[in-house]
């Protein structure tokens, strides 16, 4: 073979930092190592993998092309090394998931996996739908857990479980004892809402589709529990997943209000990249996933 699995590590990493010094850092290689290491790379096949801009470097087309079977062949590797090791069934692995599943769902599954698997390692982030597509694309993380509906040419979109959106009040707000709204009462208030980008604020976009120019809208919020502070408050209504809110409605600190006329329903969706290997980690986590829906 005329390349070596390290020479694989030395191209991903500088693929991902655009950087030799932190490729470098990240393998903890010397600069002059990792440099040689690439440098023989392109040398071995007479191909160049990165356009020099400066100090970044940046992958081209033909570093593109195998990006992500490189990916692949040390997912395997890393595989093979820890069968023969007879350490763990699975490696470890970055998921990446939206703000609703990574607090409220994800965790939920984090902690079953490791009841019956102790020294799992699994690295939960939690972004918008928007961040973590970001990621799955760039390699940054290995799966992702979202809430918006998206389409890409390079993933893997696959529904998990079906989820809806609720509205709700303050137990002060004028509407908290009306049965049922119609589309003046969402007019006539202010709202509190998640940030577009957002897999939630994509949902509640939808559903408001031929009044959604009309919506006053005063504040717009990262957090998830920062809006039910605020409509707790009296800021405004809110719109937010029901799993979210069961433990609110529960307590009474926050009212659910009926509104028949609108579709909040939605699904919820794994992606992964087309061209990822699925390790045994990432199908662990999956089936971990689906025995908690």
């Known amino acids: 073979m005329r390349f070596s699995l390290r020479q694989?590590?030395?191209?991903?990493?500088?693929?991902?930092?655009q950087n030799i010094s932190k490729a470098?850092?990240?393998?903890?290689?010397?600069?002059?190592?990792?440099?040689?290491?690439?440098?023989?790379?392109?040398?071995?096949?007479?191909?160049?993998?990165?356009?020099?801009?400066?100090?970044?470097?940046?992958?081209n087309e033909q570093g593109r092309l195998i990006r992500s079977?490189?990916?692949?062949?040390?997912?395997?590797?890393?595989e093979v090394?820890?069968?023969?090791?007879?350490?763990?069934?699975?490696?470890?692995?970055?998921?990446?998931?939206?703000?609703?599943?990574?607090?409220?769902?994800?965790?939920?599954?984090?902690?079953?996996?490791?009841?019956?698997?102790?020294?799992?390692?699994?690295?939960?982030?939690?972004a918008n739908t928007e961040t973590v597509m970001k990621e799955v694309l760039n390699y940054d993380i290995d799966l992702g857990m979202i809430e918006g509906e998206i389409q890409h040419p390079e993933l893997d979109i696959i529904p998990w479980r079906n989820d809806?959106?609720?509205?709700?009040?303050?137990p002060n707000h004028p509407l908290a004892e009306k049965a049922s709204?119609?589309?003046?009462?969402?007019?006539?208030?202010?709202?509190?809402?998640r940030e577009a980008g957002s897999g939630t604020r994509q949902a509640f976009d939808r559903a408001m589709y031929g009044i959604l120019p009309q919506i006053n809208?005063?504040?717009?919020?990262?957090?998830?529990?920062?809006?039910?502070?605020?409509?707790?408050?009296?800021?405004?209504?809110?719109?937010?997943?029901?799993?979210?809110?069961?433990?609110?409605f529960k307590r009474g600190d926050l009212v659910e209000l009926d509104m028949p006329s609108r579709d909040f329903k939605r699904t919820l969706y794994f992606i992964l990249h087309k061209k990822k290997h699925k390790s045994a980690g990432i199908q662990r986590w999956l089936n971990y996933c689906e025995v908690d829906t």
């Open 8 to 17: 694989l590590e030395v191209f991903l990493a500088t693929a991902h930092f």
């Open 24 to 59: 470098a850092n990240s393998l903890a290689m010397s600069q002059s190592a990792a440099s040689s290491a690439l440098k023989e790379l392109e040398q071995q096949f007479d191909i160049l993998l990165f356009d020099r801009v400066g100090k970044r470097l940046q992958l």
């Open 69 to 78: 079977r490189a990916e692949s062949l040390l997912e395997q590797a890393k």
């Open 81 to 126: 090394e820890q069968a023969l090791m007879q350490h763990k069934e699975a490696g470890a692995i970055k998921v990446g998931a939206t703000l609703t599943v990574g607090n409220y769902l994800a965790v939920n599954v984090l902690s079953k996996l490791r009841k019956d698997f102790p020294d799992a390692e699994v690295n939960l982030s939690v």
């Open 164 to 170: 809806d959106l609720c509205i709700f009040c303050s």
């Open 181 to 193: 709204l119609c589309d003046a009462d969402l007019l006539n208030h202010q709202w509190v809402l």
């Open 217 to 248: 809208i005063a504040l717009e919020l990262q957090h998830t529990e920062a809006i039910k502070r605020a409509v707790s408050s009296d800021l405004g209504l809110g719109c937010l997943s029901r799993i979210t809110l069961e433990d609110a």
